[in-house]
């Protein structure tokens, strides 16, 4: 079993950062990619970036590409999504998840609860 607790989300001005943190627990944790997702209203679900704990293998989907960078501290089991230049389309809850190498959600099998990142304008 592998739980996770996202933390860092919250309200940030156009042009503003945040920085996301997913502290992962449990026997495996290490075991699996690590993911970060977000969810808009009335949206689905869609991939930002994974990460490997081991090598450090990363993908970043669309909405990271050139703005956000995720990276692990394996001293304090914890995820990171440093967001820059945030704009008001990436306004979500972002939701971290370990799972496969995949940006299938369907793919990842332990969910965070999700933080609230609200970009104004």
């Known amino acids: 079993q592998v739980q996770l607790v996202e933390s860092g989300g919250g309200l940030v001005q156009a042009g503003g950062s945040l920085r996301l943190s997913c502290a992962a627990s449990?026997?495996?944790?290490?075991?699996?990619?690590m993911g970060w997702f977000r969810q808009a209203p009335g949206k689905d679900r869609e991939f930002v970036a994974r990460?490997?704990?081991?090598?450090?293998?990363?993908y970043y989907g669309d909405p990271a590409k050139g703005r956000f960078t995720i990276s692990t501290d394996i001293a304090k089991n914890t995820v990171y999504l440093q967001m820059n230049s945030l704009k008001p389309e990436d306004t979500a809850v972002y939701y971290c998840?370990?799972?496969?190498?995949?940006?299938?959600?369907?793919?990842?099998?332990?969910w965070g609860q999700g933080t609230q990142v609200t970009v104004s304008s």
């Open positions: 998840a370990a799972g496969t190498w995949s940006v299938q959600e369907g793919d990842y099998k332990y």
């Open positions: 990460v490997t704990w081991g090598d450090h293998s990363i």
């Open positions: 449990g026997r495996t944790f290490s075991y699996y990619t």
